[in-house]
C-alpha cells in the first residue's frame, strides 16, 4: 500500500531547486540582453538596421524551437545529465561568440548557437525523473516560478551589469553562468537511478497530429506565440524610447524596469488568485489579453513622457505576468492525460518561435515604418489573439494523474474500469497506455483523494 507524505523528501526537494537553478542561469543569459541590446548595436555596428537588430534579439528562440525536443528524445537514449551539459557547452560558446562579436552577423550568430543549447525538455524529464508522482506539480511549479522570477531579475540585472561591465561584458558572465549551470548538473542534481521516457514531461512524435487537431490547445499554442513575438519586438523600440522620450540614459534604464518589474508581480497575484481559486480563468485570462493589446495602442498613440511610458509599461508587463504564468497551467488543464508532454512540447516550441518571428517581423517593421509601424504590428497580433481566445473552452481546475498496473487487461476489461472509474466524482477522463503500462487521469484534486484512488488502483490492477 502507498503511504501518504505530506511533503516532497529531501532528494525530491534537492531535484526541485537544482533544476530551477539551471533553467535560472538560461533564462538570465538569454534575457539579460534585451533591456541594452538595441542601444548597444546602434552604437558598436555602424550601419545596423532594425530587422538585424531584431533578428539578433530573436534568433535564439528559432534554433531552441528546432532543437529542444530533439534533445528530450536523445536524452532518454544517452542519459540526462550527458544532454543537459552538452546544452550548456553550447549555450557557452554561443556566449563567448556574442562577448567577440565585431560584427552584427557575428552577434547573429552567436546568439543563434546560445538557442541551440535547448534543454528546457531534457530539464523538465529529469524532474519527472526524481519527483515521485504525487509531487511532481509541486516540483514542476517551482520551476516555473523561477523561470518568471529569473525573467524579472534579468531586465533589471541587465542594465547594472551593463553600466558595470559593458555590454560584452554581460556575455562573458552569462558564460560564466553557463559554468554555474555545469556544477549544478554534476554536484547537485541528484543521481538519475532509473530513467525512463516520461510521457507527461517529454513530447511523443506520433502524437504531433492529434495534439495540433486539438482547437483548444491550438488555441494556446497561438497565444503564447503571440505573447512572446511582441514582448521580443517591444525591446526593438523601447530601450530607445526609453532614452529618448523618458529622458533615462542607457546606464540608467534600471531605474524604470526595477520598479516596474516589482510592483507587476505585486499587482498580478490578485488575479492569479481570483483565476485559479475563485473559478474566473477565462474572463481574467482573455482580460489580459485585451490589456496586451490595449498597451500596444497606447504605445502606439499616447502621450510619451517618463510617467506615461513607466504607467503603460506597468500595465503591460502585470498582464504579461498573469498570462506567462497562466498559459503553462491552461496547458495541463485542457490537454488529454496521456498526450500533456507533447503538448507541452509543442506549447514551448510556439513560444520561442514567436520570440524569433517577433524579433524578425518587428525588426523589419521599426526599419521600414519607425516605432509607429513595429507597434502597429504588435497591436494588430494582440487583437487577432483576443479574437481567437474568445471561443476557448472554460477550463476546469484539472491536473494529470497516473498510476503504472501490471496486469494483462483486454480491451473489454479496460473500457469497463474506464466506465466504472469515471463515476467518481473528481474523475473526468482516463486512459489506458498499454505500451507503459500506466493508466492516466484528469481529475480534480479537490474532489478526488488521489493517495486512495493510487492505493485503490495499485491492487486492482496488479
Not at 554561443?94 to 565585431?102: F, H, N, P, T
Request: hydrophobic share 55%.
Amino acid at each position: 500500500m502507498l503511504q501518504e507524505r505530506c511533503q516532497m523528501n529531501p532528494v525530491e526537494k534537492r531535484a526541485a531547486f537544482s533544476v530551477a537553478g539551471i533553467f535560472s542561469t538560461r533564462m538570465l543569459g538569454l534575457f539579460m540582453i534585451f533591456p541594452v541590446f538595441a542601444l548597444f548595436a546602434q552604437e558598436e555596428f555602424q550601419g545596423v538596421t532594425g530587422t538585424q537588430i531584431g533578428i539578433a534579439i530573436g534568433i535564439y528562440g528559432l534554433t531552441q524551437a528546432l532543437l529542444q525536443i530533439p534533445y528530450g528524445m536523445l536524452s532518454d537514449k544517452f542519459g540526462r545529465k550527458p544532454l543537459i551539459i552538452i546544452g550548456m557547452l553550447v549555450f557557452m560558446a554561443g556566449s563567448i561568440v556574442c562577448a567577440l562579436a565585431e560584427s552584427i552577423e557575428m552577434m547573429i550568430l552567436g546568439r543563434a548557437i546560445q538557442g541551440m543549447g535547448a534543454v528546457a525538455a531534457v530539464l523538465m524529464a529529469t524532474v519527472a525523473d526524481l519527483v515521485s508522482e504525487q509531487f511532481r506539480l509541486r516540483a514542476m511549479s517551482i520551476v516555473g516560478i523561477t523561470i518568471g522570477l529569473s525573467f524579472t531579475a534579468s531586465l533589471v540585472a541587465g542594465p547594472v551589469l551593463g553600466e558595470l561591465f559593458g555590454v560584452r561584458g554581460i556575455f562573458w558572465i552569462i558564460a560564466g553562468l553557463g559554468v554555474l549551470g555545469i556544477i549544478l548538473v554534476l554536484f547537485v542534481v541528484p543521481a538519475i537511478t532509473t530513467q525512463s521516457y516520461q510521457r507527461e514531461a517529454e513530447a511523443d512524435p506520433s502524437q504531433f497530429k492529434d495534439v495540433l487537431k486539438n482547437s483548444q490547445l491550438l488555441r494556446l499554442d497561438v497565444g503564447v506565440f503571440v505573447l512572446h513575438a511582441t514582448l521580443t519586438a517591444m525591446f526593438i523600440a523601447v530601450p530607445f524610447m526609453i532614452r529618448d522620450l523618458a529622458g533615462l540614459n542607457s546606464l540608467s534604464h534600471w531605474e524604470l524596469y526595477l520598479p516596474v518589474m516589482l510592483l507587476s508581480f505585486a499587482l498580478m497575484v490578485p488575479f492569479i488568485i481570483q483565476a485559479e481559486s475563485k473559478g474566473r480563468m477565462k474572463p481574467i485570462f482573455v482580460g489580459a489579453i485585451l490589456t496586451i493589446a490595449l498597451m500596444q495602442l497606447a504605445l502606439l498613440y499616447g502621450s510619451i513622457g517618463f510617467w506615461t511610458l513607466f504607467l503603460w509599461l506597468l500595465i503591460f508587463f502585470t498582464a504579461f505576468n498573469l498570462l506567462e504564468a497562466s498559459l503553462p497551467s491552461l496547458v495541463v488543464k485542457l490537454s488529454p492525460p496521456d498526450k500533456k508532454g507533447t503538448a507541452s512540447g509543442i506549447y514551448s516550441s510556439s513560444q520561442f518561435l514567436g520570440a524569433a518571428l517577433g524579433g524578425f517581423i518587428g525588426g523589419w517593421f521599426y526599419e521600414m515604418y519607425g516605432v509607429e509601424g513595429l507597434f502597429l504590428f504588435t497591436t494588430t497580433i494582440g487583437f487577432a489573439w483576443f479574437l481567437i481566445a474568445q471561443n476557448m473552452a472554460t477550463p476546469l481546475p484539472l491536473s494529470i494523474a497516473s498510476v503504472p498496473y501490471t496486469a494483462q487487461l483486454s480491451d473489454p476489461e479496460q473500457h469497463s474500469l474506464t466506465e466504472k472509474l469515471l463515476t467518481y466524482d473528481g474523475i473526468y477522463e482516463v486512459v489506458f497506455v498499454a505500451a507503459d503500462q500506466r493508466v492516466y487521469f484528469k481529475i480534480d484534486r479537490k474532489k478526488i483523494d488521489e493517495i486512495g484512488l493510487v492505493e485503490y488502483l495499485e491492487v486492482g490492477l496488479s
